[in-house]
């Protein structure tokens, strides 16, 4: 194994459980779909077509080295307008036809796409199911997501109901998995759907959107996203490194990046990549101290920098929970089994710390002069999978006080009744639903924007500022916000100014 090894994509390999997700998304065109709702006065079939387009607009940035759009369209129809997204249709273009579709009105919608006869159920089945050969892979998860709000598709037809359900049966056999969502509060599964969902074998989730976000939400959870995962060794067995577990660790945290925005100029052609070429070998490291410089050779630089650990995790011990919950430094990871490990060491350490509530204190050395860092190994159960949650261990934490030395000091202040009720009525206007779309990054949403209208060929959109807004926030706030300074006695205080840097890289000395 390398030392520099990379992590890798992990949705090619048949035995995660995080398959790469190609899902359908089955629109019903019934005249059920284009009344509208009585909440928000839309119509369920324009909430498809703006919950579509904004999940597609969502996974521009998204890292893959696809092209191809994870997710399909297609209507309830008979006739050529059935497919509105293939898998292999490029991304952009999916964006660009969704976004022209969803700027119609919804009687224009109504008039292209409303179906004016009955549907076949079973044929819209097979139909649905053809669509997933599209994907050349072998291991993926295939779902089909079928939004209606007809609960009688087969209009107590029985030759139609039973075409329908015995095609259904048929979904298992190909490894496809059916959801249905209803943005209708009064449908009835007893009609059709407790039957079809019994034959399958899958029980009745009651699914119900009630509007565009709800159902963007739920087309969200189901595209799984990428991962990264890399084969480490496990060494649990005191000063021996011949005997190790072989290990996989996955991480599913990943910080947002733009990626493909470096291949095309601005005129549009295409850019080289090239890579710098070293022609000089490092022959000597220097460490600059405040009395000058110390040299180290190649060799010197190895061995002090280099450790008796090998690569992976070594154990240290046993311990309780060293971390308390919610401290996070570093994103944490996820350490499963390698399926090539024959032993079963590692599910017996799993199920001693779930026995005794301990985890695993291990070193970790990710490669050969790399730093040492203590990890803790937390076992858990995920999707019927022994695992171990991998967390940074803070240093210094023993220096921490201790809840009974705190609650042990004495109140040097005492407060009103006035004090507290307005420090109450204070933080109750402070406080509002947290939502994690408040808060972005200014300068990445900037360059979003900029990139998007170079990909779709549009204009740049105006970028919505959602930094927080202290006139506002003070108006909000209005006698509460007085009453609060005048009650504790807080001045308008002013921080002192820092004077400016001299531009001047050498300053005047003083004479002698």
């Not at 799984?224 to 067995?237: E, N």
């Not at 994690?436 to 300068?443: L, W």
Request: net charge neutral.
């Amino acid at each position: 194994m390398s030392d520099n090894e990379d992590a890798v994509d992990a949705s090619a390999g048949s035995n995660t459980l995080y398959k790469p997700s190609f899902v359908l998304i089955a629109i019903d065109t019934d005249p059920s779909m284009f009344v509208k709702n009585e909440s928000d006065g839309n119509i369920p079939f324009k909430d498809c077509i703006s919950a579509c387009y904004n999940l597609a607009n969502s996974l521009i940035f998204v890292q893959n080295k696809r092209s191809w759009s994870p997710f399909g369209i297609v209507l309830a129809r008979e006739d050529a307008s059935a497919s509105l997204i293939n898998f292999k249709d490029n991304i952009l273009e999916s964006i660009k036809l969704l976004k022209e579709k969803n700027e119609l009105s919804e009687d224009k919608l109504l008039d292209l796409y409303q179906r004016k006869g009955g549907l076949n159920l079973s044929s819209f089945f097979l139909f649905c199911k053809k669509k997933f050969k599209e994907v050349n892979s072998a291991f993926y998860k295939r779902t089909i997501i079928y939004v209606t709000s007809d609960d009688n598709p087969v209009k107590d037809d029985k030759n139609q109901r039973f075409a329908a359900l015995n095609e259904a049966k048929n979904f298992g056999c190909n490894d496809i998995t059916f959801e249905l969502v209803t943005m209708s509060h009064n449908f009835d599964y007893k009609i059709f759907y407790n039957e079809l969902f019994s034959i399958i074998k899958s029980p009745p989730v009651e699914t119900v959107v009630e509007d565009e976000d709800g159902l963007l939400e739920k087309l969200s959870s189901l595209i799984v996203r990428r991962f990264y995962q890399r084969r480490l060794l496990f060494f649990p067995f005191l000063n021996d490194q011949t005997r190790f577990l072989k290990i996989k660790q996955k991480s599913f945290v990943q910080e947002e990046k733009l990626y493909n925005n470096a291949c095309i100029s601005e005129s549009g052609k295409l850019l080289k990549k090239v890579s710098k070429v070293v022609n000089d070998v490092i022959e000597t490291y220097n460490l600059r101290h405040a009395d000058g410089t110390i040299e180290f050779s190649v060799e010197e630089r190895f061995k002090i920098k280099n450790t008796d650990l090998p690569v992976g995790y070594t154990l240290i011990q046993v311990s309780d929970r060293v971390t308390d919950v919610g401290i996070v430094l570093t994103h944490p990871a996820i350490i499963e089994i390698d399926p090539k490990e024959e032993l079963d060491y590692f599910a017996s350490f799993w199920q001693y710390c779930v026995d005794k509530n301990k985890v695993l204190i291990c070193f970790r050395k990710l490669k050969k002069l790399d730093k040492i860092c203590f990890v803790e190994f937390i076992p858990k159960f995920m999707n019927n999978n022994r695992v171990f949650l991998v967390k940074t261990i803070p240093f210094n934490d023993e220096h921490q006080r201790t809840p009974s030395d705190l609650a042990t000091e004495e109140q040097s202040e005492s407060y009103s009744g006035k004090m507290r009720s307005t420090t109450n009525e204070l933080i109750n206007e402070l406080t509002f639903d947290y939502d994690p779309k408040m808060f972005t990054n200014p300068s990445l949403t900037k360059k979003k924007a900029y990139l998007r209208s170079k990909l779709l060929d549009e204009p740049q959109g105006e970028v919505e500022d959602v930094s927080l807004d202290s006139a506002a926030i003070d108006k909000r706030l209005g006698d509460i916000g007085e009453s609060f300074k005048k009650l504790f006695a807080l001045g308008e205080e002013t921080a002192p100014k820092r004077k400016a840097p001299s531009t001047a890289r050498g300053s005047k000395k003083k004479k002698a």
